[in-house]
């Protein structure tokens, strides 16, 4: 065997690794899930580069591991992170064609790695990893529930039933929804190797809302494209933003949309993706049109506010009751906020309670 081809035959036999682990699917169902994230590959083509008689571009690489990935959640198979890791392939993708290249330059197959290596921008387009999220709230409390229902839309944790590339957490303002959509947010990243998109729509702010061509110019930005390639309008970078996500496994977060055509236009399309979207609004036109699952958001319950009481405050305070041995009085100080003049939901109270009355609380507890 040519001595060029032992990386190449080292490299291939880790898609094949990959693609036993995701349920072995067929060269006809891996030819037909490439379709859904890039161009597909015909079976053809998938047949010569899983017997290493050419050498596979990063195109190739990227939409493989991706139709495994979209055929192992079809049968809920859990792949580990490092097989679906987009850096790690890339890594050892660039290995391989480094060590093909450098064998004798006449080789076919040394030739097309030279020239898949030195192809303007290959190892570097649009390959910024983003880590949007904001912090996450340090005092989160309880939302099981809800946390365990995202889990099972768009993860398709704990479920038989197929999951959702949309989300979307409604309740009135205050309840808690950006608070649980980072929290969840930060929770599943790993399964998001790709990266994490955040934009603030700022549907509720008469004078600042974030326009989506402004929302798609930012996005497009910090995946790296320059200023100068930004479509002219709004559909045009849609379109450039889908395609950009396309073969890739990013979470966006969507945070206070107004309405479904704030959003319409910015949800990725792509299978890998998943699309996090927070809204007083119920949004009842994206559930309709895109199959998003909706999350309401209630306001938490007395017992629930006393819980993240006791998490803003330390349990060490002193001075103040102990909610576990004195719920009666903390459910008191609790039910009546009288520095809110506002009815706002849930979370809302208790933190406006804690900012409000915590030296009051400490000097002198009520009895
Ligand atoms: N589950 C929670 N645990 C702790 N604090 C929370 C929780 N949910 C919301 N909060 C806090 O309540 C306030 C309002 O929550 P937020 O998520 O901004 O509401 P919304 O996005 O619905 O308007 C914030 O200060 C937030 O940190
Ligand atoms: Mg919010």
């Not at 205050?174 to 955040?198: C, E, I, M, N």
């Not at 600042?208 to 402004?214: D, Q, S």
């Not at 494209?225 to 977060?253: K, M, N, W, Y």
Request: aromatic share 4%.
């Amino acid at each position: 065997m040519a001595p060029t081809d032992d990386e190449l035959i080292k490299f291939v036999s880790r898609l094949q690794d990959l693609r036993r682990r995701s349920g072995n699917p067929s060269l006809s169902q891996l030819s037909n899930l490439t379709a859904q994230v890039a161009s597909r590959i015909p079976k053809s083509t998938l047949h010569e580069k899983l017997r290493a008689d050419s050498v596979p571009d990063w195109e190739f690489v990227s939409a493989f591991v991706h139709a495994c990935v979209i055929f192992s959640r079809s049968k809920n198979i859990a792949l580990a992170a490092a097989d679906t890791d987009r850096d790690i392939w890339r890594a050892e993708h660039r290995r391989m064609l480094q060590a093909v290249a450098a064998a004798r330059p006449a080789q076919r197959k040394a030739r097309a790695a030279h020239q898949e290596l030195s192809s303007p921008g290959r190892y570097g387009r649009l390959d910024a990893i983003q880590r949007q999220l904001p912090a996450d709230v340090m005092t989160f409390t309880g939302r099981q529930e809800e946390l365990h229902l995202l889990d099972q839309i768009l993860l398709g944790l704990g479920t038989a039933a197929n999951t959702s590339t949309v989300a979307v957490v409604s309740g009135p303002a205050g309840v808690g929804k950006t608070a649980l959509a980072v929290h969840w947010s930060r929770t599943a990243a790993p399964r998001f190797p790709d990266g994490q998109l955040y934009v603030d729509l700022r549907g509720y702010d008469p004078d600042r809302p974030t326009a989506p061509t402004e929302a798609l110019a930012v996005m497009l930005r910090s995946l790296g494209l320059p200023g100068a390639q930004l479509g002219a309008d709004t559909d045009e970078r849609a379109a450039q933003f889908r395609s950009a996500i396309s073969d890739r496994q990013v979470l966006l977060v969507l945070d206070n949309a107004k309405d479904t055509d704030h959003v319409r236009l910015l949800l990725p399309g792509s299978a890998l993706c998943r699309t996090l979207v927070t809204s007083r609004d119920q949004l009842t036109g994206l559930v309709a049109r895109s199959g998003a699952e909706r999350v309401e958001l209630k306001p938490f319950s007395l017992e629930q506010s006393v819980s993240l009481l006791d998490a803003l405050m330390g349990r060490q305070n002193a001075g103040r009751p102990r909610s576990d041995a004195e719920p009666g009085t903390c459910l008191r100080w609790l039910a009546p906020c009288p520095e809110s003049g506002r009815r706002t939901g849930g979370a809302s109270r208790g933190h406006e309670f804690a900012r409000a009355r915590p030296r009051a609380v400490r000097r002198q507890p009520p009895a």
